[in-house]
C-alpha cells in the first residue's frame, strides 16, 4: 500500500513538472511572438490606476521592463496635440474612452516620435460596473511614415513649381523634408565656394530647436565637404562616435546635432549645394529615409535650375 502511495505521488510530481514546464514554454513562445509581431499587452486595473503591461509593451514605449506601472506615467508619453484621443481615469471609469485609436508618443528613454495603433476593450465586474479596460498596442511609425512620404513627394513637385526664389525653394523642401522624417531640423546650403562659406537660406526647425540659417564658414566642415563632393549621401547615426569626421565634430555640436543626412547637390562634379536634416539625438536612418531624401534633393535641384535659369533669362533681357 505504502508503495503504491509512493509510486501514484511520484506520477502526480512528474505530471506538476510537465505542466509547469509546458507552461514556461507557452509563456516564452507568446513573448517570442509579440515580439516578433510589434506587439504589446495590457491591462489597465481602473479602479487602482494600475496598468499590467508586457515585455514588448515596455520597448515599444521605452520603459524598462517590468510588470506594472501607473496610468499616469504612460499618459504623459502621448504627445500633447494628441492627448484628446488617449484615454484617462475618468474617460475609464465611464467607459467613454476611445477604444481603437491611432496617435503619437514620445519614448521615454530617447524621446523619439513613435505612432501607436491601440486596441482596447472594457470588462465590466458583476455589478455591471467598468473594472478593466485590455489590449494591445502596436508600434505603426514605419507605415505611418511612409504613407506620409508618399504624400510629401506627390504634391512637392506642385509646390516647387509655384515659387520663383531660392529661399522659397528652399522653404519648401525643407518642410517637406521635416514632415517625412520627423526630425529636429531641415534645410537646403548653398555652397559658396568663393567666399569659403555655405549660406543657409532658411532652415525648419522643431520647437526650442536653434535655427542655423545665414552664413558659415565652410572650412569648419571640411571632412565632410571631401565626402559630398565625391557625390556620396552621408547618413551618420551618431557624430560624437564618427571617427572620420574629425574637427567636423565639433562643428556639429556646436549647432546641436547628434545625428545627420545630408544629400549632396552636384552640377558638373562640382558641389553646389546639400539638403540636410539634422536630429539632437543619435538616430540610425533607414533606406526608405534616405530614399525620401534622394526624392526631395532630386525635385528640389530641378526647381533650383529652372530659377536660375529665369534669373539668368532676366539678366540678358
Not at 517570442?32 to 506587439?39: D, E, P, Y
Not at 562616435?241 to 546641436?256: I, P, V
Request: overall charge neutral; glycine content about 8%; hydrophobic content about 40%.
Amino acid at each position: 500500500m505504502q508503495r503504491r502511495l509512493g509510486s501514484r505521488r511520484k506520477a502526480e510530481a512528474t505530471r506538476l513538472v510537465a505542466e509547469n514546464e509546458q507552461i514556461r514554454l507557452d509563456e516564452e513562445r507568446l513573448r517570442i511572438a509579440q515580439h516578433a509581431g510589434g506587439i504589446g499587452i495590457f491591462e489597465v486595473d481602473i479602479a487602482a490606476g494600475e496598468v499590467e503591461v508586457s515585455e514588448e509593451f515596455c520597448r515599444i514605449f521605452g520603459l524598462p521592463p517590468q510588470r506594472s506601472y501607473p496610468a499616469a506615467v504612460l499618459e504623459a508619453l502621448v504627445v500633447k496635440d494628441d492627448e484628446t484621443l488617449r484615454s484617462d481615469h475618468e474617460s475609464r471609469s465611464a467607459g467613454t474612452a476611445k477604444l481603437d485609436v491611432e496617435y503619437r508618443i514620445r519614448r521615454k528613454d530617447d524621446s523619439a516620435l513613435r505612432w501607436i495603433a491601440r486596441r482596447a476593450r472594457f470588462v465590466t465586474d458583476a455589478t455591471g460596473d467598468v473594472a478593466r479596460m485590455v489590449g494591445v498596442v502596436i508600434d505603426i511609425t514605419d507605415s505611418k511614415q511612409r504613407d506620409v512620404r508618399a504624400a510629401a513627394l506627390l504634391s512637392l513637385g506642385d509646390r516647387l513649381r509655384e515659387v520663383s526664389t531660392i529661399e522659397g525653394a528652399s522653404r519648401i523642401a525643407a518642410e517637406v523634408l521635416a514632415q517625412g522624417l520627423a526630425v529636429d531640423r531641415t534645410g537646403y546650403s548653398r555652397i559658396d565656394h568663393e567666399a569659403d562659406s555655405f549660406v543657409v537660406e532658411f532652415n525648419w526647425t522643431a520647437p526650442n530647436v536653434a535655427s542655423i540659417a545665414g552664413r558659415h564658414p565652410l572650412r569648419g566642415f571640411a571632412a565632410t565637404v571631401q565626402k559630398l563632393l565625391n557625390g556620396e549621401t552621408l547618413a551618420l547615426p551618431n557624430v560624437t562616435t564618427t571617427d572620420w569626421l574629425g574637427d567636423d565634430a565639433a562643428g556639429y555640436q556646436s549647432f546641436g546635432v547628434r545625428s545627420f543626412l545630408k544629400v549632396p547637390i552636384l552640377e558638373h562634379n562640382r558641389l553646389v549645394g546639400v539638403l540636410f536634416a539634422h536630429d539632437r539625438r543619435p538616430r540610425a536612418w533607414n533606406k526608405d529615409e534616405m530614399e525620401f531624401a534622394w526624392g526631395v534633393a532630386d525635385r528640389t535641384y530641378a526647381a533650383l535650375g529652372k530659377i536660375g535659369a529665369e534669373d539668368q533669362q532676366r539678366i540678358l533681357c
